[in-house]
């Protein structure tokens, strides 16, 4: 089976940056973009698709008065990506 070789020139304007990577990835991975988000939750170890509501969790948990007297504190919202585990 020959293989397709995609070839996209694209004008990534700023409403149209998400979706312009997205394709990229998508391309680069040889899938479609509704694929991408079961694509990278297998890669990782809960292996559970990270949503824009998982983040906002983690920035109200460090917005709010919840830990106003801690410093230096890094909450991972990764799903388990091994490749950035802190050392």
């Known amino acids: 089976m020959a293989e ?5 020139f ?6 149209g940056a998400v979706l312009c990577s ?6 680069a991975y040889r899938i479609s973009i509704g694929e991408l988000p079961g694509y990278y939750a297998k890669r990782i ?12 969790n ?3 948990i460090f917005a709010g008065s919840f830990l106003s007297k801690r410093t230096g504190n890094m909450i991972n919202v990764d799903g ?3 490749a950035v585990f802190m050392q």
Do not use: W
């Not at 170890?45 to 906002?56: F, G, H, V």
């Open 4 to 8: 397709k070789t995609i070839t996209a």
């Open 22 to 27: 997205a394709f990229l990835r998508a391309a």
């Open 80 to 82: 388990g990506a091994a």
């Open 58 to 60: 983690a920035v109200f």
């Open 45 to 56: 170890l809960l292996n559970e698709t990270i949503l824009r509501a998982d983040k906002a």
């Open 10 to 15: 694209i004008f990534c304007g700023l409403s």
